[in-house]
């Protein structure tokens, strides 16, 4: 069965401090996601990457930076955290434009 | 930027209803997606739609994909209990296995 793993389901960070959220999967997918979702607001994408390496702006890349180092692995990094970045962060996985995403559990993130 | 809009944002069914969401692109879309998210878990792939006007079933879930390629709706008959969820559109404009765009998703909430 295919996997999409998160780090961390619940983390609580103070404002100021960097934080790393880790994303894994097991699929061997080239494409990778990071989404934050918001009651109201849906998905919003953040950042996305089609290969190692590469990586393209989202909807809402203010604040955030990611890494791709190896195929399996794609990190989000929020430099600075700040309240308004309180929210839940989906990490996907996506093979090809035929597939739908598989998305991991979720970090729900907490910044105080 | 392109939006993807849902409505209602939330419905209160009892078992055996009917119920639809639609989804409504500000931009022509190459392809369709349709996820379902369970109170307290990730969103989970349900089914991809490609062609102008097409029409999919799965079960008691019905997917139409406007002929202009704009409009979307998810049509379920019957409804339970287990279809309680926040049900979700996702576009894709591109075509290429690049971002999707999520819509604001419908909360389907199922009594007895």
């Known amino acids: 069965d295919v996997k999409v793993t998160q780090s961390s389901r619940y983390l609580v960070k103070r404002t100021g401090e960097k934080v790393f959220l880790e994303c894994v999967q097991d699929?061997?997918?080239?494409?990778m996601f990071w989404y934050r979702q918001d009651p109201g607001l849906g998905l919003r994408l953040i950042y996305f990457?089609?290969?190692?390496?590469?990586?393209e702006k989202g909807d809402i890349p203010e604040g955030y930076s990611v890494s791709r180092e190896k195929k399996e692995r794609f990190s989000l990094i929020l430099e600075s955290a700040s309240t308004n970045q309180t929210s839940m962060y989906l990490c996907?996985?996506?093979?090809?434009?035929?597939?739908?995403?598989?998305f991991g559990s979720g970090t729900r993130l907490t910044v105080v | 930027g392109q939006q993807v809009m849902q409505i209602p944002q939330y419905q209160h069914v009892q078992e055996g209803e009917d119920f639809t969401t639609y989804c409504n692109s500000s931009?022509?879309?190459?392809?369709i997606q349709w996820y379902k998210q369970r109170p307290g878990g990730h969103p989970v792939f349900l089914i991809q739609?490609?062609?102008?006007?097409e029409v999919k079933k799965q079960k008691r879930l019905t997917f139409q994909f406007g002929e202009a390629k704009k409009n979307s709706s998810l049509h379920i008959t019957a409804t339970q209990t287990t279809d309680v969820g926040t049900y979700f559109c996702?576009?894709?404009?591109?075509?290429?296995?690049?971002?999707?765009?999520f819509g604001t998703g419908t909360r389907l909430q199922v009594t007895l």
């Open positions: 990457s089609y290969d190692v390496k590469m990586k």
């Open positions: 996907a996985s996506r093979d090809s434009h035929l597939y739908g995403y598989t």
């Open positions: 699929m061997d997918h080239e494409n």
């Open positions: 996702a576009g894709d404009s591109t075509g290429t296995a690049s971002k999707l765009t």
């Open positions: 931009t022509t879309l190459s392809n």
């Open positions: 739609l490609v062609k102008s006007g």
